[in-house]
């Protein structure tokens, strides 16, 4: 009995938090958060561009199959790229190179990888593999749901839903937040950090080979010819963060590599004394400094008269990580507070009207039984609330109708328990025996149906997506609070009325 009340008394508790203010004192404070649709907030959907991954795929190989030549001391010339076909193809440097040229490569193509060679007319082409393709694309955006994350969470968000749909778009759903421009902006940003070598005697207007024009930020877009060939990834920085330069006193962005990283910096950076070496952020330069002597600690900074919030944005999706490829936002909606307000009110009175309908159906149908079917039901409500309190979960509009739902729920099994007593009591029993082979004979079949409920939900919370999930947990964790407080809280106030009152007749 004490154990039954205790675990009612600590759910109160638990949801006290939901209707008080949190105190200056350092406690465990938690609280329910509402959704989209209660709160208010911004919806986005994003596209992977597909059509990047096929790009830098395509120079990836072209930087492959060059080392590789070079390796086999085997030349190369011609080189293009097609991205509508998927084709990167090149010409050897002898006629005679052509079969040598292929039997070098077939590392990069054979066992079943992503790319296809053949020699024609001479010519060796490089095709990628469709099949090939559509699953990096997958693993694209499983990536990028993470960074996304990650880039959303340094922001201080709280309870962003992010989600994919189909094959190439995720959902983004951003509660509280009406405006969400610095969001968009910052996961529109590649964040791709590449450093990469200036091509010798930079200058003019037309890239020599191997190098790419690019406009140079902190020069009013000034052309640079950067080079093609990636010295060091940005993938190789363990950490970032604005920070003061100590020189001219503006802001700037620290960064640091790991191991490799810092082993292909060092290499470079003492190789190329006198270069220039560009910092590039998605195809722009940041920073192209000349290197006076080699930097051998692992570490940096980009200064680029930033300010303090593009300093930290930087920093954060430096930390986060680059996205695979660039996101666009193909949709946007806005929630405004008063329309969620409408829904918190809309969906606390069919609660509140569904719940009072409740009580008067059980308090005239069974009378006393039903009164503490009724206590038994509310204490349903506050152990469902102090549950979804303790995680902290989201409540949305959908879950607010699997509460109700549950209570509904719940209902059928105290009438089913109150039904059985009755045609137990017809049957000639006591009012001891007919209470307790009411309880037993109703317990194994509101297991049953509640168990096979509670699989289903399950596997809706764990394949749904949005709103179907926001369903489902209120549903699982109702089901748990229903058996417990049918089958235990009911039964022990029925019990404890019976062992003071030692009727000869059941209320029912």
């Not at 066992?111 to 053949?118: F, P, R, Y």
């Not at 349903?380 to 303790?390: D, E, F, G, H, Y």
């Amino acid at each position: 009995m004490l154990g039954v009340l205790g675990v009612c008394f600590l759910g109160l508790l638990l949801c006290l938090p939901n209707f008080m203010r949190a105190p200056s004192a350092k406690l465990p404070w938690h609280q329910i958060h509402l959704g989209l649709d209660l709160r208010g907030g911004s919806y986005l959907l994003l596209r992977l561009d597909q059509q990047s991954l096929v790009d830098d795929r395509l120079q990836g190989l072209e930087d492959q199959v060059k080392q590789v030549l070079i390796e086999k001391n085997l030349g190369y010339r011609d080189f293009r790229k097609d991205s509508a076909s998927r084709v990167l193809s090149f010409l050897p440097r002898d006629a005679g190179e052509g079969q040598a040229s292929l039997a070098a490569l077939s590392p990069l193509t054979g066992n079943g990888g992503d790319v296809e060679a053949a020699l024609d007319q001479g010519r060796i082409t490089l095709t990628l593999n469709e099949a090939a393709l559509k699953q990096r694309a997958r693993e694209a955006v499983s990536q990028s749901i993470e960074i996304v994350r990650r880039r959303i969470d340094g922001t201080g968000a709280v309870d962003p839903e992010i989600t994919r749909q189909g094959d190439d778009r995720i959902v983004v759903e951003l509660p509280g937040i009406s405006d969400p421009e610095h969001i968009k902006r910052l996961l529109g940003t590649t964040a791709k950090m590449t450093f990469r070598l200036l091509a010798n005697g930079a200058g003019g207007s037309v890239a020599p080979p191997g190098a790419t024009m690019m406009p140079d930020i902190s020069e009013n877009n000034v052309l640079l010819p950067v080079m093609d060939h990636v010295e060091v990834d940005g993938a190789a920085l363990t950490n970032a963060g604005a920070t003061i330069d100590q020189k001219t006193g503006e802001w700037a962005v620290s960064f640091s590599f790991n191991r490799a990283g810092a082993r292909a910096f060092a290499q470079t950076t003492t190789q190329n004394v006198g270069r220039r070496f560009a910092i590039v952020l998605d195809n722009k330069v940041i920073e192209a400094p000349v290197i006076n002597e080699p930097i051998t600690q692992g570490n940096g900074q980009i200064t680029g008269r930033f300010s303090a919030q593009a300093a930290t944005d930087l920093a954060l999706m430096l930390r986060a990580g680059a996205l695979p490829a660039p996101l666009a936002v193909i949709e946007q909606r806005s929630i405004g507070p008063s329309l969620g307000a409408d829904s918190i009110r809309a969906g606390a009175i069919s609660l509140g009207v569904g719940f009072i309908l409740v009580i008067l159906f059980m308090a005239l149908f069974y009378g006393r039984f039903g009164l503490y079917a009724n206590v038994a039901l509310l204490a349903n409500l506050v152990l469902m609330t102090a549950i979804l309190s303790l995680f902290e979960a989201t409540l949305t509009l959908p879950g607010m109708a699997g509460m109700l739902l549950t209570l509904g729920m719940a209902v059928d099994a105290n009438i089913l328990i109150n039904e059985r007593i009755r045609e137990e009591v017809g049957r000639g029993r006591t009012a001891l025996a007919a209470m307790q082979a009411g309880f037993e004979r109703a317990s194994s079949t509101i297991i049953d149906s509640n168990a096979t409920a509670f699989l289903a939900h399950v596997m809706l919370f764990v394949f749904g997506t949005g709103p179907v999930r926001g369903f489902a947990l209120t549903i699982t964790i109702g089901i748990v609070t229903t058996l417990f407080t049918t089958l235990l809280l009911s039964r022990l106030l029925m019990v404890r009325w019976y062992a003071l009152t030692r009727p000869t007749e059941l209320p029912v």
